[in-house]
């Protein structure tokens, strides 16, 4: 990887005694480096090329991660194909970031299970159980055989 510019502890301010990076960006990126397959927490930028849609979405889905991902285009259609696609929890469509508090929320794969916010993430804190009773003296269906 070529990196174009960032990559350096911010500490200026309210972050002088935190573990601040300023916004990176990495060019010549390719799939096996790290920083292209681990989830980075950070405002970090990892740039691959692809040649074709099948080769992006490739790319995007190569990872053991899905928590989020993003398609800008100029092509609506294209942009509903390709996030159809992407095994991640949230995609944007030519933004990033924005989020509503109505909608679950939550990643794929190694990203996590289950959802938080919205109806999905009320269902994460209760449990189902199944409780079957025979008020009938005796056995019941194929116990009767």
């Known amino acids: 990887a070529t990196l174009v510019c960032g990559g350096e502890r911010y500490v200026e301010g309210e972050c002088a005694s935190g573990y601040f990076v300023r916004p990176t960006i990495f060019d010549n990126c390719s799939r096996d480096m790290d920083i292209v ?25 190569d990872t053991p991660y899905g928590l989020a991902g993003a398609v800008f285009t100029t092509d609506g259609a294209r942009a509903l194909r390709v996030v159809k696609e992407i ?59």
């Not at 691959?48 to 889905?61: C, G, H, L, P």
């Not at 929320?105 to 804190?125: C, Q």
């Open 37 to 61: 397959r681990e989830e980075v927490f950070g405002p970090v930028v990892a740039i691959q090329t692809f040649t074709s849609e099948a080769e992006a979405i490739a790319m995007a889905n």
């Open 87 to 145: 095994r991640a929890g949230v995609t944007w469509i030519n933004c990033y970031n924005p989020t509503f508090n109505e909608a679950p929320w939550g990643g794929y794969k190694m990203s996590g299970y289950g959802r938080d916010l919205g109806v999905n993430g009320l269902l994460e804190y209760q449990q189902v159980k199944q409780v079957n009773i025979n008020l009938q003296p005796g056995p019941v269906g194929w116990y009767t055989r």
